[in-house]
């Protein structure tokens, strides 16, 4: 049976009413770690090449994991992962559909008044000890998610330490939820707002963050006290798996986080016509994410969208140059241009765009295109053939245009034969851009630096804001009134003023316009997890001035 019954020793304890806690789910979770796989030779499913470089095999889970169940497809079907770096397998996983989907949605359900029956102390501390285990893993999740997105080792570090900073925080901000007790209008009545988790929560994750999109999710869901079913993207599914294994092995009850992945639209489907499904948070592309909130309609979902992004940067006259320029390598290249907040338009004032752009050249010219796990690596591959097209096609475009290209311009001449079905295209800076060019209007994804003139500060807002997306903008100015002025007028949810490095676990990340709805991270993000319920309380007794 998919959905086994609820038997977690903690939460049946808070059913009946018995303060056992938490003495109940330490003993669970240290019983569940000594069970864990540690030690295993070889894993079936995954490579000897990811699995060689696993310190703990039992974090290599390649099934659906529903109701605390490790599980294949009720069909038999199956996918793999690729390693982008390589073009070779990864891992052969199950092909889960609709009616995995529906079973994990009706376990999350099951266990849904447990979970949100604990107190956030005690949700708090499941969290904590998650994020305990995924320290102690880190090497391993980084290695895992190499392998399956090709970033380079040190970026997956970065990435789960990010990661564990969201289930810190939300482990201890779920405490300082509240309601509000409201001045009455009458004697005879209180009145009180109450916070409570909105329930079931579908996460939907992309394969570029394949850990800190599910975390900034998951862990203020279940710290709010909601249960959740997971969707990571069938092209980093493993990076998702290690993860509840860890959950597992931390002592969240059964159900609690369930992870379903394979045929997206089919379990995209079953999520978004459920009526348990309360809300679903999606961090994806723009496309799918219209398509999946005209879907919510219909059961008048909550929807959190994180989409894409087409963000520019501005390096005004007055500028740090040495800085801006080292600013615009770190953001429009990281991960190779593959994230949401990647600068993708480079606004250059005309009186410092010469010695501009011959410095963002030179530093990335001196950048080291390979393998991830290669130390001297420090640019990935594109994520596959696709994206490898997408972003040759937005260069070819700019050049046949009338850009320059001042570094890099296709594919890297000399790599070793074992990455020759990978998917490298060099980093790229273009000058001479223009607003008819692809690399304008389009999210590029990819490792390009496209540099376009302005003449003013007004030029430049213009320009920034000449596009329906409203994710992240970057200036660099060392003029105090222009950094309020321009952080006033662009607009998009995120600014970085002489910083790039915006993220973090306490500060809400989003965008407007086309860029999305909602927050996630900081208090914000919390709040995103619990609804509002107004209660009025009548006295019981009569008053001379009643209304
Ligand atoms: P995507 O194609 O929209 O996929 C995102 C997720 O949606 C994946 O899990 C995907 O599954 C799933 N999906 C695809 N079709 C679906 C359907 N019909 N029903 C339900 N789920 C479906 O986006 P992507 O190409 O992976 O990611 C890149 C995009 O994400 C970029 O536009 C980027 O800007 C954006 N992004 C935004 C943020 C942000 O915070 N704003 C952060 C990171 C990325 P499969 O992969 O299994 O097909």
């Known amino acids: 049976m998919l959905v086994p019954a609820l038997s977690w020793a903690g939460a049946a304890a808070v059913a009946s009413g018995r303060s056992v806690l938490p003495h109940a789910w330490r003993a669970f979770s240290s019983s569940r770690a000594m069970a864990s796989d540690q030690g295993k030779p070889a894993v079936p499913g995954v490579s000897e090449e990811l699995s060689s470089r696993i310190k703990d095999k039992g974090l290599l889970r390649v099934d659906g994991f529903i109701g605390g169940d490790w599980v294949k497809a009720a069909d038999g079907g199956t996918y793999q992962v690729l390693n982008p770096a390589t073009g070779k397998p990864v891992a052969t996983l199950p092909r889960l559909r609709h009616d995995e989907t529906l079973a994990a949605i009706a376990s999350a359900h099951s266990v849904l008044p447990a979970w949100s029956g604990l107190t956030a102390k005690q949700r708090g501390a499941v969290l904590r000890k998650w994020h305990q285990l995924a320290t102690d893993a880190a090497e391993d999740i980084a290695a895992i998610m190499t392998a399956e997105c090709g970033k380079p080792l040190a970026e997956s570090r970065g990435e789960v330490a990010s990661g564990l900073d969201s289930i810190d925080w939300s482990a201890s901000e779920c405490r300082r939820v509240s309601g509000q007790v409201l001045e009455t209008t009458s004697r005879d009545r209180r009145m009180l707002v109450l916070r409570q988790p909105v329930g079931v929560v579908a996460a939907i994750t992309p394969w570029n963050f394949p850990m800190s999109m599910i975390t900034r999710k998951v862990a203020p869901a279940l710290a709010a006290g909601c249960t959740v079913v997971l969707k990571p993207s069938e092209q980093t599914p493993l990076t998702a798996l290690a993860l509840a294994e860890l959950a597992d092995r931390a002592g969240l009850p059964e159900g609690a986080l369930n992870v379903v992945h394979g045929d997206a639209p089919a379990i995209g489907s079953a999520i978004m016509a459920s009526e348990t499904v309360r809300k679903i948070g999606f961090t994806g592309s723009t496309a799918v994410g219209k398509m999946l909130m005209a879907q919510a309609a219909n059961t008048v979902k909550r929807v959190s969208l994180e989409l894409g992004g087409n963000a520019p940067f501005l390096v005004m006259e007055d500028a740090d140059l040495a800085l801006a320029a080292r600013g615009v390598v770190a953001s429009a290249l990281r991960n190779s241009g593959q994230t949401c907040i990647c600068a993708n338009r480079v606004f250059v004032h005309d009186k410092v765009h010469d010695e501009f752009a011959a410095r963002v050249a030179e530093i990335v010219k001196g ?98 804001n000449d596009t329906e997306y409203g994710l992240a903008a970057y200036f660099y100015t060392r003029d105090l009134k222009r950094a309020w002025t321009l952080a006033e007028r662009l607009e998009y949810g995120m600014i970085g003023v002489n910083e790039v490095a915006i993220t973090a676990d306490v500060a809400p990340f989003g965008g407007i316009k086309q860029s999305g709805l909602g927050r996630e991270q900081g208090t914000i993000g919390l709040e995103e997890f619990l609804e509002t319920k107004y209660v009025c309380m009548g006295l019981g007794y009569a008053s001379d001035d009643d209304d």
């Not at 290669?374 to 050049?399: M, S």
């Not at 790599?415 to 223009?434: D, K, M, N």
């Open 367 to 464: 950048l080291k295109v390979g393998d991830g796990f290669a130390p001297d690596t420090t640019h990935g591959p594109l994520i596959n053939p696709a994206a490898l097209d997408k972003v040759a096609a937005h260069c070819a475009d700019a050049v046949s245009k009338g850009a320059r290209v001042l570094a890099g311009g296709g594919k890297p001449a000399s790599l070793p034969e074992r990455l020759a079905g990978g998917s490298f295209f060099e980093p790229t800076v273009l000058a001479g851009a223009t607003i008819d060019m692809r690399v304008f209007r389009e999210e590029t994804f990819g490792p390009l630096v496209p540099l376009f003139r302005f003449s003013d500060d007004d030029e430049a807002v213009a320009l920034a």
